[in-house]
C-alpha cells in the first residue's frame, strides 16, 4: 500500500464518504487563495469535517503519518497562507458553519469556523447587538479566516480589529488534542494569554473549531461625508486633523483618483472623476449630522474642493458600497493585481501615498490606492498583466519597494492580510532575528513535527 492509499484509508476509517474529495480536477480547485506570485502544491485530499471529533481525527491521522495539513476556510485571503503544500491535506472547514450561541446578557456569540462574517452580523443584528469587525470580503469571508489573518475592516478606526473581539477559542492541536483558551467572561487574565496568540497565527498553531466572539451594542445607521481633495497629501492632512481633534468616526477611508476612475468605470458610481482624492468620513452617533459638520469644516481648512454629506442612510450606504468594491474593480485595469497591505502611523500616511505614487511612476505601472485612513493602513494596488513577463518583474518589484516603504516610515508590511507566502522574506526583516528564533520556538512547541500549514510565516 503506497503512502496516499494509507492516508485515504485512515483517514475514511473515521469520515463520512462525503467528507473527502480526491478527485485531482476537484482538489485543484482548493490548492490556493486570492493572492498573486504565491506558490502552491498539489493536495492529495480535500477533508470538509462537520464535527470536531472528525478534526480531531485528521489531524491524528496527519500526525501519525507526519503528512502536512493547511486548513482554509472561503480562501480570499490575499498573502497565499491558505495556498496547499505538495502532498497535504487541505482541511477545509467552511462545513462547520453554526452559530452555536448568542446572548444578549453576556454580549457573546459562540461560532464554529465556517460561519460567513456578514451572516454573523446579520444573526447578532437581530438581538439589538453587533459583531463590528467587516472586511472588504464580508459576504464570503469566514470567521475562522478572519481569526487566522486577524483580519481588519472599514469599522477599525473605532472598533478595532479582529484580535479585540476573540474572547476565547477551542482548537485542535497538531497531534488531534483538544484546547480550550480564554473565557465566556468580560475580565480574565489567567495565565498566558494564548488567545490572542492564535489569533493571527495562519493555522500554524492549530486548528480553530469554535470561537467566543465579543459583540456590542447595535449603534446607531451611521452616515457618510464625501470630501474631495486636489491630492493625496491634503487628503491625508485632513484626516490627521480630524484624529487629532479627538474625533471618533466610525469609518474613514480614502480612494485615490485611480480607485475612483476604476470604480467609476466597473459600476457607474458617478463618483467625481476630477478628484485626486477621495475622502469618505462616517459616524454612527447620536447626533451624526453635527459630527460630519465638523469634520467636513476640517476637512476645508485641510483644502478639500468639495465636501457633500450624505442626506440620508441609503446615499450613505452607496458611498460605501463603491468603497467596498474598490479592489474588485481596480481588478478590472488589468488581468492581475497584486495587494499590498502596508499600515503606518497615521502622521505618516501622506508620506506613504506619495512614496506610493513615486513607486509607480518609476516602474511605469497602474498602482491605485485605497485605504483605511483612519488606521494609516494602505491598500497599494499594483495592476499588472502576467503574459508580460518584464510586467510581472516590474510589478514584484515595486511591490516590495512599497513594503519597504512602510518599513522606512515606522510601519508594519501587513496590517490584516497577513504573511503567508508573500511576504515571508520581509517578515524576518521586520522582526529581526532574535524575533524570528522565538516565532520559531513558539511554532515548535505547538507543531514540533511541523506539519501545521508548513512553509508560511518564516
Not at 229 to 239: H, I, M
Request: with cysteine.
Amino acid at each position: 500500500m503506497d503512502h496516499r492509499d494509507d492516508l485515504l484509508e485512515r483517514l475514511r476509517a473515521g469520515l463520512p464518504a462525503e467528507a473527502l474529495l480526491t478527485d485531482p480536477d476537484v482538489t485543484a480547485s482548493y490548492a490556493r487563495d486570492m493572492a498573486s506570485f504565491c506558490d502552491a502544491g498539489s493536495p492529495l485530499v480535500v477533508v470538509l469535517p462537520r464535527t470536531v471529533e472528525q478534526v480531531q481525527h485528521v489531524m491524528r491521522t496527519a500526525h501519525a503519518l507526519r503528512v502536512p495539513v493547511v486548513p482554509q476556510g472561503a480562501r480570499t485571503g490575499l498573502s497565499g497562507a491558505a495556498n496547499a503544500s505538495e502532498g497535504c491535506v487541505v482541511l477545509s472547514l467552511v462545513k462547520m458553519d453554526r452559530i452555536l450561541e448568542i446572548s444578549a446578557v453576556d454580549r457573546i456569540a459562540v461560532v464554529e469556523p465556517g460561519v460567513v462574517n456578514a451572516t454573523l452580523s446579520r444573526a447578532v443584528g437581530e438581538h439589538g447587538l453587533s459583531y463590528p469587525p467587516d472586511p472588504s470580503s464580508w459576504e464570503m469571508c469566514t470567521i475562522g479566516g478572519n481569526i487566522g489573518t486577524a483580519s481588519g475592516g472599514l469599522c477599525c478606526v473605532k472598533y478595532g480589529v479582529t484580535a479585540e473581539y476573540v474572547l476565547g477559542l477551542d482548537v485542535v492541536l497538531a497531534d488531534g488534542r483538544l484546547l480550550t483558551t480564554g473565557r465566556r467572561t468580560a475580565k480574565g487574565v489567567a495565565g498566558y494569554d494564548l488567545t490572542r496568540l492564535f489569533v493571527g497565527s495562519e493555522g500554524s498553531l492549530g486548528i480553530v473549531v469554535k470561537a467566543v466572539l465579543a459583540l456590542r451594542p447595535k449603534p446607531p445607521r451611521q452616515l457618510v461625508l464625501a470630501a474631495e481633495f486636489p491630492s493625496a497629501a491634503a487628503a491625508c492632512d485632513a484626516v490627521c486633523r480630524i484624529m487629532e481633534r479627538g474625533h471618533a468616526p466610525s469609518l474613514l477611508e480614502l480612494m485615490d483618483r485611480t480607485t475612483v476612475r476604476a470604480v467609476n468605470a466597473m459600476a457607474h458610481m458617478g463618483l467625481p472623476e476630477s478628484t485626486e482624492a477621495l475622502l469618505l468620513c462616517a459616524f454612527d452617533t447620536p447626533d451624526a449630522p453635527a459630527d460630519l459638520a465638523a469634520v467636513g469644516a476640517l476637512c476645508t481648512e485641510a483644502g478639500a474642493t468639495g465636501v457633500v454629506p450624505a442626506d440620508d442612510v441609503a446615499e450613505s450606504e452607496l458611498l460605501l458600497q463603491a468603497r467596498r468594491m474598490s479592489l474588485t474593480a481596480l481588478e478590472t485595469v488589468k488581468p492581475a493585481t497584486m495587494i499590498d497591505d502596508v499600515c503606518v502611523p497615521r502622521s505618516r500616511l501622506g508620506a506613504m501615498i506619495e512614496g506610493t505614487a513615486a513607486v509607480a511612476e518609476k516602474y511605469g505601472l497602474t498602482i491605485g490606492v485605497c485605504a483605511h485612513a483612519g488606521d494609516g493602513n494602505t491598500h497599494p494596488v499594483v495592476c499588472f498583466d502576467p503574459a508580460d513577463p518584464d510586467e510581472s518583474r516590474r510589478a514584484r518589484e515595486s511591490f516590495d519597494e512599497i513594503m519597504a516603504l512602510g518599513l522606512e516610515l515606522g510601519g508594519t508590511i501587513t496590517g490584516e492580510h497577513g504573511v503567508g507566502v508573500l511576504k515571508k522574506e520581509w517578515l524576518a526583516r521586520e522582526l529581526g532575528p532574535v524575533g524570528i528564533e522565538l516565532q520559531r520556538g513558539i511554532k515548535a512547541a505547538f507543531d514540533p513535527l511541523g506539519i501545521l500549514n508548513p512553509g508560511k510565516l518564516f
